[in-house]
């Protein structure tokens, strides 16, 4: 029996909370299929300070380093917010954990089922039959880690210098990560970028071309990120997958985040180079962050984090049967009209769960 050792991040807020019930789901996978999971527990973001001196103990890049892949749970909250900016959650952990692991390629797949559309707050008939679209982001280059950065007294005022810097290379790689996904669903690539601003732009969109030689049967289209982001609310289910740099795709994710509606839902990807059999080192997340309003109370959804173990499972160590076990079993429980707070409305034929009850259902389907 093969042993795949997973770094347990959970952090922050409801982060711990949720991640019980993904550890709990990885248990039930690893009976049902047959293979063991090694957990290295360690700590991340504010508990990393409180508990460690920093966001990003040392313990905790050491574990990651052994793991076969990462598994993140959330990180932040009030009361580390008047940090130093840079040691603060986010910055201090998510950030150098990306960079340090060359994780380049974020996958943020959006999507809403069809009978949870009325928690989006885009007109329904936008959205009917569901809503689905993957967000390709490149994560560790652009104006996020370029260099120069800068900010304080320049020619006698406060001046701030970010630069954004994108080599043809770290292009071309992201895109291919796009293709290839395209590949797996409706075949549509629609690349981002601002080629009618920033030189950024024409190099993005001439090396996406050229990419796309490689991939004739997915259709490839162009849009400048303003247009882009209009678009995306007139007619979010014209939409396939979505490349954009790092930027960008930090603001349009969160934008198809809110098209789909609910946050509770949406796992995460960050991946590094494909290792042998086109595997992937990787960090698996929920989108939805650390809710610290509702942490503490059982009442988080866990099934962001249960879809993005689902993809650690499936990118990470290749367990594609069990990765797939685990998504039909969260459409299982949609289905059956099992609902958290965030998603109850009170509608007939739905009951409403803690975050216990809902990980114990969908075991119950595995
Ligand atoms: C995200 C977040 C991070 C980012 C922040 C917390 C640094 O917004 O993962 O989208 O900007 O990448
Ligand atoms: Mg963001």
């Not at 001196?53 to 580390?80: H, M, N, Q, R, Y």
């Not at 590094?272 to 509702?294: Q, V």
């Amino acid at each position: 029996m093969s042993t795949h050792k997973i770094a347990v991040l959970a952090g922050d807020g409801i982060g711990p909370e949720v991640m019980k019930e993904a550890r709990k789901v990885l248990d039930a996978i690893a009976s049902k299929f047959q293979v063991s999971f090694e957990f290295d527990e360690q700590l991340v973001g504010g508990a990393g300070i409180d508990g460690a001196g920093k966001a990003l103990p040392e313990a905790t890049l050491k574990a990651c380093e052994a793991a076969d892949a990462i598994l993140f749970g959330s990180v932040g909250g009030p009361k580390w917010e008047n940090l130093p900016p840079n040691e603060q959650p986010e910055r201090g952990a998510l950030l150098p954990l990306r960079k340090h692991f060359g994780l380049f390629a974020n996958l943020r797949p959006s999507v809403c089922f069809p009978s949870l559309t009325h928690a989006s707050p885009v007109k329904n008939e936008l959205i009917e039959g569901g809503f689905n679209v993957l967000c390709v982001r490149e994560l560790t280059g652009g104006m996020y880690f370029g260099e120069p950065k800068f900010l304080g007294e320049k020619d006698g005022e406060r001046t701030a210098i970010d630069t954004m810097i994108y080599r043809e290379s770290e292009i071309e790689r992201i895109a291919h990560v796009a293709f290839l996904a395209a590949q797996g669903r409706d075949k549509r690539v629609t690349s981002i970028d601002k080629a009618n601003v920033l030189q950024n732009g024409i190099l993005w969109r001439e090396t996406v071309e050229k990419v796309a030689k490689g991939y004739p049967d997915v259709t490839l289209d162009h849009l400048y990120v303003d247009n882009a982001a209009m678009q995306l609310i007139r007619r979010p289910n014209d939409f396939d997958v979505v490349l954009a740099e790092n930027l960008f795709g930090d603001i349009l994710s969160d934008e198809m985040a809110m098209i789909a509606g609910s946050l509770g839902m949406l796992a995460s990807a960050s991946l590094g180079a494909s290792k042998d059999g086109g595997l992937y080192f990787g960090m698996y997340e929920p989108s939805g962050g650390s809710a610290p309003d509702i942490a503490g109370q059982g009442i988080a959804n866990p099934i962001a984090q249960i879809l993005s173990t689902a993809m650690l499972l499936r990118y990470s160590l290749g367990l594609e049967e069990a990765a797939t076990c685990i998504d039909d079993a969260v459409k299982a429980v949609i289905d059956e009209g099992l609902r958290t707070g965030d998603l109850f409305t009170g509608e007939e034929g739905t009951t409403k769960m803690n975050t216990t009850e809902m990980g114990d259902a969908i075991v119950a389907k595995i």
